[in-house]
């Protein structure tokens, strides 16, 4: 039996015209961070490129946050390592400008709601690629908080990123969950769907903002739009 749900953000529960996001994200990152690192934005973004890289990379064998500052100190010196603070007034700040690319969906909230009230574990399983402060302004952004998760994965609790299945071991492993009493509910083919499904996690494809790079047949995955979604929540039974 299902007993937790795990939601991915950006593209599921957060509608989200990825590139637009990223363009206004290194947009706003090199206006704020190419003057004070004496930097050009060509070497910032791809410095940031590289970081998250090697967080994607990552197998465990360290947290992604440290991963992630020592390729980024590795590419724009030492110095920038002071700056960790200034990064996190920028994610309070300049990448207010990113809500552009995204939307509201109510059915999110609710679905949440729904979810907590039949006894499920509710996750955000977002890809820990940023800090929490990123990630807590985005859930906001979709119209649920922190409080309304058991987990919320970021960069510095997390030590693997998707697609790598570990990613999902680990969070199987730090909570004591049973692969086969979860769901996963994402827009992503490979991160979400396959990547899951390989741990023997059942799935969920939200089709709003569908991502399939790698063009595989997605037919055999239970799916719809996030509307569905909640629709479907609706008639899950409550959790004894």
Do not use: H
Not at 56 to 64: A, F, G, H, P, V
Not at 79 to 101: G, H, P, Q, T, W
Not at 146 to 174: G, M, Q, R
């Amino acid at each position: 039996m299902i007993k937790t749900i795990l939601f991915d953000l950006d593209g599921t529960m957060l509608p989200m015209d990825q590139d637009k996001f990223i363009k206004i994200y290194f947009t706003e990152l090199c206006k704020r961070f190419c003057p004070v690192l004496g930097v050009d934005e060509q070497t910032l973004v791809k410095a940031m490129w590289k970081a998250t890289g090697a967080m994607i990379k990552n197998d465990r064998s360290d947290l992604n946050i440290n991963v992630f500052w020592k390729s980024f100190a590795k590419l724009l010196g030492r110095d920038v390592l002071n700056r960790v603070k200034e990064f996190d007034n920028f994610y309070e700040n300049e990448f207010i400008e990113c809500k552009a690319s995204t939307k509201y969906n109510p059915a999110v909230p609710e679905a949440v709601k729904v979810l907590k009230s039949k006894g499920y574990r509710v996750i955000a399983a977002t890809n820990p690629l940023f800090p929490p402060i990123a990630t807590n302004i985005r859930l906001n952004w979709a119209g649920v908080d922190k409080s309304d998760f058991s987990l919320v994965t970021t960069y510095d609790n997390s030590s693997s990123c998707k697609p790598n299945p570990l990613y999902f071991a680990e969070i199987l492993d730090n909570l004591n969950l049973e692969a086969e009493e979860c769901l996963m509910v994402g827009n992503d083919v490979d991160e979400d769907m396959v990547s899951a499904s390989s741990l023997n996690m059942d799935t969920y494809l939200v089709t709003d903002c569908l991502i399939n790079r790698s063009e595989s047949d997605y037919s055999a995955y239970k799916q719809g739009s996030f509307k569905d979604f909640l629709n479907y929540s609706r008639m899950m039974p409550d959790v004894k």
